[in-house]
């Protein structure tokens, strides 16, 4: 039962990021959320756990990760925004259901505040170890959208972008913390509930006769219809054709995997977001994402005090990988250099798209804390060499 709480809680507040980002997905609309306790996420959890019920959303907690996936594509196909949380092994648990959400199309979201691993590895320490399996975690051909914030303010704000994006393109979303942002404590500021965009979900209007779930618009994405809504449709993982039924041909195959990927590669250039900064004339250019991104600025910071030309390139998108953009500043910069909370992960797309046109320098780090930037210095001297 409702009460008086308002859904949106306007103003300004001192919140961790996993609240942030709990707040978040509140003002968009969300009104399920399955999930299991795991570290260092169970904050968003307890927080959307104690604001549900306020505002008529329904909170689940599932025996187990693998559920919890498959009750949030089951709650989308019912209509509602929905979305879970998780970290470390629990991610692992999600993919095959990842898999599926992007095979049938199903939009929602999977937090993943990420910690040190692998295995069990470190529950309550940093890490930045899971961004390639964010890519390529479940098996087949999918493209995927992850977006990474690197301040508690970005956690409410990118909720927002992500449930957004999914909505458009009805995909599953995944918003790439880490236990550094999501236990940060910051001001976070939420506009007026007028002032937020939301996306809604875009539905079928033709007549009920005629629906074919998989029948894509101009832009390549199907409208949606609500299970229990009097439609007659079929949703399956199997390669199927514009009504839904399976089909195990490799023509079908083409034309059915072929549009899941085309959708998001074909949109890439609308759904990148980056943050630029003095990279116009720079020898060196840090490219960074999440936490690290702010451990960088005090290494550029002093770089740039000892007259190095130094630039920062920060993804808010991680995948899909802003490619043409690295390809344009490879081409007229020194070296790009990158520091991960782990050995090297989307460094490998980083120097893959650079393509020997300038040096490619890795800062890693094996997680648990965050970079110590004099590692991250020595790189950007080194690289302007």
């Given at each position: 039962?409702?009460?008086n709480?308002?859904?949106?809680?306007t103003?300004?507040?001192?919140?961790?990021?996993?609240?942030?980002?709990?707040e978040?997905?509140?003002?968009?609309g969300?009104?399920?959320f399955?999930?299991y306790?795991i570290?260092?996420?169970?904050e968003v959890?307890e927080?959307?756990a104690?604001?549900?019920?306020?505002?008529?959303?329904?909170?689940?907690?599932m025996e187990d990760e693998?559920g919890s996936?498959?009750?949030i594509l089951?709650?989308?196909?019912?209509?509602?925004?929905?979305?879970?949380?998780?970290?470390?092994?629990?991610?692992?648990?999600?993919?095959?259901?990842?898999g599926?959400?992007?095979?049938t199309?199903?939009?929602?979201?999977v937090?993943n505040?990420?910690?040190?691993?692998?295995?069990?590895g470190l529950p309550?320490?940093?890490g930045?170890?899971d961004?390639?399996?964010?890519r390529?975690?479940s098996?087949?051909d999918?493209?995927i959208?992850?977006?990474?914030?690197?301040s508690?303010?970005?956690?409410?704000?990118?909720t927002i972008t992500?449930?957004?994006l999914?909505?458009?393109?009805?995909?599953?979303?995944?918003?790439?913390?880490?236990?550094c942002?999501?236990?940060?404590?910051?001001?976070v500021?939420?506009?007026a509930?007028g002032k937020?965009?939301?996306?809604?979900r875009?539905?079928?209007r033709?007549a009920?006769e005629?629906?074919?779930?998989y029948?894509p618009?101009?832009d390549?994405?199907?409208?949606?219809v609500?299970?229990?809504?009097?439609y007659?449709?079929h949703?399956?993982?199997?390669?199927?054709d514009?009504?839904?039924?399976?089909v195990?041909?490799?023509?079908?195959?083409?034309q059915?995997?072929g549009?899941?990927v085309?959708?998001?590669?074909?949109?890439?250039?609308?759904?990148?977001?980056?943050k630029?900064?003095?990279?116009?004339d720079a020898?060196?250019?840090?490219?960074s994402?999440?936490i690290?991104?702010r451990?960088?600025t005090?290494?550029?910071?002093?770089?740039r005090?000892?007259?190095?030309?130094?630039?920062?390139?920060?993804?808010?998108t991680?995948w899909?990988f802003?490619?043409?953009?690295i390809?344009?500043?490879a081409?007229?910069?020194?070296?790009?250099?990158?520091?991960?909370?782990?050995?090297?992960?989307?460094?490998?797309?980083?120097?893959?798209?650079?393509?020997?046109?300038?040096?490619?320098k890795?800062?890693?780090?094996?997680?648990?804390?965050?970079?110590?930037?004099?590692?991250i210095?020595?790189a950007?001297?080194e690289?302007?060499?």
């Open positions: 039962m409702k009460s709480t308002p859904a949106v809680l103003g300004a507040h001192y919140w961790d990021g996993d609240f942030a980002c709990a978040g997905a509140i003002a968009v969300c009104r399920f399955a999930g306790p570290t260092p996420s169970t959890a927080r959307i104690l604001r549900f019920p306020l505002i008529g959303g329904v909170f689940v907690q693998l996936m498959a009750a089951g709650a989308a196909w019912a209509g509602t925004k929905s979305m879970t949380v998780t970290s470390g092994p629990g991610f692992s648990l999600m993919q095959e259901n990842i599926l959400g992007a095979m199309e199903t939009p929602c979201i937090v505040v990420q910690r040190g691993g692998p295995s069990t309550t320490l940093t930045q170890q961004m390639m399996q964010a390529w975690g098996h087949g999918y493209e959208i992850a977006l990474s914030p690197s508690p303010q970005e956690c409410f704000d990118l992500c449930f957004n999914s909505e458009k393109y009805r995909v599953p979303v995944l918003l790439m913390m880490d236990e942002v999501g236990h940060m404590t910051e001001k500021v939420v506009p509930l937020i965009k939301v996306q809604h875009r539905w079928y033709g009920k005629k629906y074919r779930p029948v618009a101009k390549g994405v199907p409208p949606m609500k299970t229990g809504d009097d007659r449709f949703i399956t993982g199997l390669t199927h514009q009504r839904g039924y399976p195990i041909n490799p023509a079908c195959q083409k059915c995997v549009r899941l085309r959708k998001i590669k074909d949109n890439a250039d609308k759904i990148i977001i980056l630029e900064e003095e990279t116009e020898d060196v250019i840090v490219v994402y999440g690290s991104y451990v960088a005090k290494a550029i910071a002093d770089a005090k000892k007259g190095v030309k130094v630039g920062s390139l920060r993804l808010i991680v899909p802003p490619e043409k953009r390809v344009e500043l081409k007229k910069t020194k070296c790009l250099v990158m520091p991960e909370i782990n050995q090297g992960q989307v460094y490998l797309a980083l120097e893959r798209c650079a393509k020997g046109m300038c040096k490619t890795l800062v890693p780090h094996y997680g648990g804390w965050v970079h110590d930037p004099n590692d210095l020595k950007i001297i690289g302007a060499r």
